[in-house]
T-cell receptor
Framework: GAVVSQHPSRVICKSGTSVKIECRSLDFQATTMFWYRQFPKKSLMLMATSNEGSKATYEQGVEKDKFLINHASLTLSTLTVTSAHPEDSSFYIC?????????????FGPGTRLLVL | AQSVTQLDSQVPVFEEAPVELRCNYSSSVSVYLFWYVQYPNQGLQLLLKYLSGSTLVKGINGFEAEFNKSQTSFHLRKPSVHISDTAEYFCAVSDNYGQNFVFGPGTRLSVLP
């Protein structure tokens, strides 16, 4: 139980285009989802926290208009990187907490590698 | 606010040798503690967690960790490592509502033949 999927696993896009990444909880209801960004050989940096049906809470320094997060249902959250530029290239990972597993445990998706040319 | 320190950025060890990966944290409130493993180009997999109860926690793949409140530590150990244990290991802490989740910088474990 407590499986989280992400799609796509890898995406290459041209500079200036927008990219949408989906995060799904497959076998539980995710009341809260988290979006992280990971630079090469670095730890995870929390970008934002989203609760189902509410606006996401962004961490300091993360541009809300650039990284649009939607958590419209208890099993799906999306991250849209708008007008992507090469510096947005990174590994994006989502996680979820909810009705499965124990309180406080985050279950992670496999990540999405974004390359902006 | 919580913070996590992993003093060793890289730990090389020979196959079948024991290993300890260190994790220290600071927090003004009660915490939950986690260890995650990340294999190359993959997401994070939960190894083990401490929420309450016994301070010695056993996880998957033969790993265990001990919560030491007085030393604010949660070191990860394995008595005999395999080549397949080569990966990045992250210690993490949250408050005991599961909020304010913070990751350490990670320790790269390299198991040598």
């Amino acid at each position: 139980g407590a499986v989280v999927s992400q799609h796509p696993s890898r995406v290459i896009c041209k500079s200036g285009t927008s990219v949408k990444i989906e995060c799904r909880s497959l076998d539980f209801q995710a009341t809260t989802m988290f979006w992280y960004r990971q630079f090469p050989k670095k730890s995870l940096m929390l970008m934002a926290t989203s609760n189902e049906g509410s606006k996401a809470t962004y961490e300091q320094g993360v541009e809300k208009d650039k990284f649009l997060i939607n958590h419209a249902s208890l099993t799906l959250s999306t991250l849209t990187v708008t007008s992507a530029h090469p510096e947005d290239s990174s590994f994006y990972i989502c996680s979820a907490t909810g009705t499965s597993g124990e309180v406080g445990t985050q279950y992670f998706g496999p990540g999405t590698r974004l390359l902006v040319l | 606010a919580q913070s996590v320190t992993q003093l060793d950025s890289q730990v090389p060890v020979f196959e079948e040798a024991p290993v300890e990966l260190r994790c220290n944290y600071s927090s003004s409130v009660s915490v939950y503690l986690f260890w995650y493993v990340q294999y190359p180009n993959q997401g994070l997999q939960l190894l083990l967690k401490y929420l309450s109860g016994s301070t010695l926690v056993k996880g998957i793949n033969g790993f265990e960790a001990e919560f030491n409140k007085s030393q604010t530590s949660f070191h990860l150990r394995k008595p005999s490592v395999h080549i397949s244990d080569t990966a990045e290991y992250f210690c993490a802490v949250s408050d005991n509502y599961g909020q304010n989740f913070v990751f350490g910088p990670g320790t790269r474990l390299s198991v040598l033949p």
